[in-house]
Every structure is written in structure tokens, then in C-alpha cells.
């Protein structure tokens, strides 16, 4: 499999005051062509930072100071705001955090789409588009008579679809998903997934998946990202990932998520993710790692290793089989 | 009799009216009773999707809002009949945790602001010592107090707060804590030190629980029985081991079946109908889950069904 997304060295700050404060912290990352590819991190890890760097659509006071963004075969932050806007929506759509309350009250669902397909598509007839769309809505289980609705005469999980119909409208290869199951009830959030799922199968588009939720990601994504405090400490396939995480921030994550039927006491993480304007020296998670090895964790800052094919780690207790 | 519960609701039904020329009325609450037993300190979970009217029933609980019909009884006796001092010891006695702890402060006070201002109440009552009482709520709750009290919210994390937040609803020392989704805004490294403080209370001070959720994966790690809410109406009860293993109401079913695992190898394989295209239409009679039941029969349409007890369990459903 090839690279369709290629994140190189990246590393976003946003600077207020005299506080300067590394939210994506010289992150490295591969999405492959065809894959669902999740990032899991709790709140204030980098998680939507990084996907707003993406697209480079990071405002003041942030600001991309370093890396590539490599889509195919293209660095997207050499790119101008014209040349970005061919890409945005047409080859790489975007659905940020609760976008689906973000529709506009006072248009029918038609209308809002056929003004995406109009800013990118000048020459878009009504009736090819509302052909296209009558296709999508059908893909993502909506009625027809929805596009003649307004968005409040929709429910929070027809919203979502609407919202996932409209960002592959115009056939993106890459779909940036940031929380689209936060906020929906649990029924509902099983529909979206396996939405999700199918338009992967479907159409093929690649999906990078943004959740704090750890059970979604076992449920829908392949490879997974673990951040943490601006930096991906671990990636592997999503099997490997839940079945022997290695990085103890990644174990103790998920020996902290309630699973129905067990009562095992969880046990959480002790401490606090640390300060982004003033992080500690050495690792970043070593405050709150029960297994740190003294001397070296709060010295020297672990690199993301490759320990096997596939499978990458930034921690001194794994040995790594070649370093970067 | 009913002494022998701390809390009872009998029937309880709210009903809101919206618009203005043309208004729509939303049964929130529907015909609602359970009980929660006074003799051992449990944790007592509503559980029920956004609308269901989980909150509502909290307000109307903590004397917030009135019922239209129905009766909410505090050992044996109606709390909206209490004279003022007697709503005053309950509301003592009864406190309540919600949702959002990063709101739940003023931001321009130090942690010691929130809790000195019950603190007061409650030692004006008992002549108790101010600082002492802060210290103890505080530790109980797993905080140092020297390393908290003078910290401003904005120097806490979400789990601190809420720790400061029980802390707060400690002071009085309750009976009974109405926790309304404290965990549902925090991080999962942190919902597990609430979640494990909630059980500590329990086992340690006696306090019972009446934590309201959408989330079945913590109320099954807590919770010791378990009501499910539908559209209002409570669809099933019983003891949440029994509940969740076995859940016989087909919505419980269906709830029970959409909580994602935890765990790559135990991915869904049958894909479920998307029914939130025909949930909004509602129907007017009968049962409210008739739209969306794979089971429904021409019986659920006339009347809605009554809530049946079998063995330990109650169930609103024809199929039983």
C-alpha cells in the first residue's frame, strides 16, 4: 500500500502572550490509500490541531512553524489559498467537531449542497447535481424527500448524514472526520459507524478518523494513532494496538475504559497531561508513567521507533529494531 | 411501608407546552415510578437516550420543578408537601452532582469560594469549625486540601473539579446524591477516578446513588439496578447485572446491542436498519417504541403497555 497523506516533522504552536505552546509537536504519520486511519487522544492532545494543520487551516495565533504535508506527491503547505481550494472539499473534504449544528436554519438541504457544489464547480447544472445527490442521500440511508427539508425538521443523526452526503459530493479521496459520533446517542453512533464503514468499502475513500472515543476506534478503524501532549506516541494496526499496546500511556488508556460486563476496578491515570507552554524535559508522559526508568525518561526524549512492520513506539523501554 | 424506601416516585408525569399560536405539548415524563431502598446504600441508574427525559426527572427530584400528577415521597412522605424548614433538611439531605464541572464555577474565586459558602450554611446549623469541615469533605474525595483550596478552577483539571463538586454535595452529608452525567465531559483516564469515588462513597459513607446516563458501559461498572427511559417512559427495571446481560425489552435490546466494545475482535457483524428516518414521526398512542420494534403486532398500537413485574424485573412490553 501507498502513502495517500504523508505528515512529515509537523509542528503547530499557538503563541499568546509569552506563552508559546507546541500543540502538534514534530509529528510523523502515513495514511495509507483505502484505509480508515484513527487518532485517539484525550481532550487538549493535538488531535484537531493536527487535522486543521492538514488542510492548513490554522489561524492566528496558531501557526504551522515546521513540516511537510505531503498529498499526493504534493507538500500542501507550499501551496497558495487558490491552489488549497482546489483540493479542499474536491480531493480532501473535512467534517469538523459538530459540524452537523453548523447547517444553515434557513436553507433546504438542496440548496446548502448544491452551494458547495457551486463554489468549487462554476458550470454544475441543478439537475446533474440533484441526480448526484438523490445517489448519495441513498448511500448514506436517507430518504430523497430530505433534501427538501430544512435542518431542523432533521434529527441530530440525519444531521450527521446530511453532513457526511455533502462532504463526499464531490468525490474526495480523503475524508478528515474530527468526532462525528461525539454528541449522538448510542444507537444513532452505531449507525454512523457503519456508515462510515461502508463508504470506505463503497467508494473507496480514505478516512482519517479523530475521536477521544477508544471503543469507536476498535470498531471501525485500521490503523490507529495514539497522541498524547501534541505528540503520536504509538501506531500499529488497530488489532496489535488493543491487543498488546506498548506504550504505557496507551495500556493504561485503555485499561481505563469500563467494558459492559466486567467489574474489575479501573484504574485510570494518575496526574494531569502536562502544561503545552511549559512541558517537561525528557518524555512528555513520564510525570504519569508508573514504569519510568529514572535518569533516562526525564532526560532524554524517546523518538518514534519502528519496533516491528507496521507497528511504531516513542518510549525508552522498547527497543526499537532500526532508530530514525 | 413505603418508609422502607429513601426515595419513591409514584406516577410521576410532566408535561411541557411549546409555541406560541400553535402549542405542542411534550410528555417529558410519563406515568414514572420507582424506588430507590433506604436499608443498604445502593446506585440507582436511569438510563435513556438525549429526550428521554432523564433530566427532568432529576429537577423534578432536587424540587426544581413541580409534577402535573404524581408524587415523589422522601422516606415515606410527598416533598412537595414539606413546609419550608422541612424542604430545607431534605435539600440537605439530597444534593446533586450535574454535567458540566467547567461551569460549575465562578472563575474568579479560589476552589475554597464554592465550598466555604455551604460550609457556612451547614456550620451555622452545627457549629462545626469551617476549615475542618472543608478539609474533611475535601479529603473524602481524595484531594489534599492545601493543594486545592487556594487553586483557582482555571488551575484544576475536569476531574478535579468534579472531585471538588462532590466535595461540595459531601458538606451536608447527604443520603442521597442525584449525580446527573458526571462523567460524560471528562477524559477517560479521569471518568475512572470519579467512577471508583462514587463507588467509595458508597461502600464507605453509606451514600446512595441516583446516577442518570446515556452511557451503559459506566452505569453497568457502578450501578447496582437499572432503570431504562424511553420517550418518558420507563420500558424496563431490574438489577443492571440481570438488565444488561439479558436485556428483554426490545429497546433495551437494541441499546444494549449499539454500545460499541472496547475491542477490535469484537467488531458488529449484522448491520442494523437506520431507523432515525421514521423515529421523528412518533406515534400518538400505544407503545412509543412500536415505530422502530422489530417485534411489534397489531396489539401495541391501542394501548400502551403497562409495566409488568416478572421475577425480579419490570417490563413494559406485549411480548411478556
Not at chain 1, 108 to 129: M, Y
Not at chain 2, 51 to 77: C, H, Q
Amino acid at each position: 500500500m501507498r502513502p495517500l497523506l504523508k505528515v512529515e516533522e509537523l509542528t503547530t504552536i499557538y503563541e499568546t502572550g509569552n506563552q508559546r505552546i507546541k500543540a502538534v509537536n514534530n509529528v510523523n504519520l502515513e495514511v495509507f490509500e483505502g484505509e480508515i486511519f484513527g487518532i485517539a487522544g484525550e481532550s487538549a492532545c493535538g488531535k484537531t490541531t493536527l487535522a486543521n494543520s492538514i488542510l492548513k487551516m490554522i489561524k492566528p495565533p496558531g501557526k504551522i512553524v515546521s513540516g511537510k504535508i505531503i498529498f499526493e506527491g504534493i507538500d500542501l503547505l507550499s501551496l497558495s489559498d487558490d491552489e488549497l481550494r482546489k483540493i479542499r472539499w474536491q480531493k480532501i473534504a473535512y467534517i469538523p467537531q459538530a459540524s452537523m449544528n453548523a447547517l444553515n436554519p434557513v436553507l433546504r438541504i438542496f440548496d446548502q449542497l448544491f452551494d458547495v457544489v457551486k463554489a468549487h464547480k462554476k458550470d454544475a447544472s441543478k439537475e446533474e447535481v440533484l441526480k448526484r445527490a438523490k445517489e448519495l442521500f441513498a448511500s448514506v440511508g436517507l430518504p430523497a424527500n430530505v433534501l427538501k427539508m430544512y435542518p431542523h425538521e432533521l434529527s441530530g443523526g440525519m444531521r450527521q448524514r446530511v453532513i457526511i452526503a455533502m462532504s463526499l459530493i464531490l468525490n474526495p479521496r480523503l475524508l478528515i472526520a474530527d468526532e462525528p459520533t461525539t454528541a449522538l446517542d448510542v444507537v444513532v453512533q452505531r449507525g454512523i459507524i457503519q456508515l462510515l464503514k461502508e463508504i470506505n468499502k463503497k467508494f473507496g475513500t480514505t478516512i482519517l478518523l479523530i475521536t477521544h472515543d477508544m471503543a469507536v476506534h476498535a470498531q471501525l478503524v485500521d490503523r490507529l494513532a495514539i497522541m498524547y501532549a501534541g505528540k503520536i506516541v504509538e501506531i500499529g494496526s488497530v488489532f496489535d494496538v488493543f491487543k498488546k499496546p506498548l506504550h504505557p500511556y496507551t495500556e493504561l488508556l485503555i485499561d481505563s475504559i469500563p467494558r459492559i460486563g466486567e467489574k474489575k476496578r479501573l484504574t485510570g491515570i494518575m496526574g494531569l497531561p502536562p502544561d503545552l507552554g511549559n512541558p517537561p524535559p525528557g518524555c512528555v508522559f513520564h510525570p504519569r508513567c508508573p514504569f519510568k526508568v529514572s535518569g533516562k525518561c526525564e532526560v532524554v526524549e524517546p523518538s518514534l521507533k519502528q519496533v516491528s512492520k507496521n507497528r511504531w513506539v516513542a518510549c525508552h523501554l522498547i527497543k526499537g529494531e532500526e532508530s530514525e | 411501608m413505603s418508609n422502607l424506601n429513601l426515595l419513591e416516585l409514584k406516577d410521576v408525569t410532566k408535561t411541557f407546552t411549546s409555541g406560541f399560536l400553535f402549542k405542542k405539548k411534550i410528555v417529558a415524563v410519563d406515568n414514572v415510578s420507582f424506588s430507590i431502598p433506604r436499608e443498604k446504600a445502593s446506585i440507582f441508574v436511569l438510563a435513556g437516550e438525549s429526550g428521554s427525559g432523564k433530566s427532568t426527572i432529576a429537577r423534578i427530584i432536587l424540587g426544581f420543578i413541580r409534577p402535573d400528577k404524581g408524587e415523589v415521597l422522601y422516606r415515606g412522605r410527598n416533598i412537595f408537601s414539606f413546609d419550608s424548614k422541612e424542604f430545607t433538611l431534605y435539600r440537605k439531605e439530597v444534593q446533586a452532582v450535574f454535567q458540566d464541572p467547567y461551569s460549575s464555577f465562578n472563575p474568579v474565586y479560589p476552589v475554597d469560594h464554592i465550598l466555604s459558602i455551604t460550609a457556612k450554611m451547614i456550620s451555622r446549623d452545627e457549629n462545626k469549625d469551617i476549615d475542618k469541615t472543608i478539609d474533611e469533605a475535601l479529603i473524602s474525595v481524595g484531594l489534599r486540601p492545601s493543594e486545592v483550596r487556594n487553586k483557582y478552577p482555571y488551575q484544576l483539571s475536569g476531574g478535579q473539579k468534579q472531585r471538588v463538586l462532590f466535595a461540595r454535595a459531601l458538606l451536608p452529608r447527604p443520603k442521597l446524591i442525584i449525580a446527573d452525567e458526571p462523567v460524560s465531559m471528562l477524559d477517560a483516564s479521569l471518568r475512572a477516578e470519579i467512577l471508583n469515588l462514587m463507588l467509595d462513597l458508597k461502600t464507605k459513607l453509606g451514600i446512595s446513588f441516583l446516577y442518570i446516563t446515556h452511557d451503559l458501559s459506566t452505569a453497568n461498572y457502578v450501578g447496582d439496578y437499572i432503570a431504562v427511559l424511553y420517550k418518558g417512559s420507563l420500558v424496563e427495571m431490574g438489577p443492571i447485572d440481570k438488565v444488561i446481560s439479558d436485556p428483554l425489552h426490545p429497546y433495551t435490546k437494541l441499546l444494549m446491542s449499539s454500545v460499541p466494545v472496547p475491542d477490535p475482535l469484537k467488531r458488529w457483524e449484522e448491520r442494523i436498519s437506520t431507523p432515525e428516518t421514521e423515529a421523528f414521526h412518533g406515534t400518538t398512542s400505544g407503545c412509543k417504541f412500536y415505530d422502530r420494534c422489530p417485534f411489534r403486532k397489531d396489539e401495541c398500537k391501542k394501548d400502551s403497555p403497562p409495566l409488568k413485574s416478572i421475577g425480579d424485573r419490570f417490563i413494559a412490553c406485549y411480548l411478556y
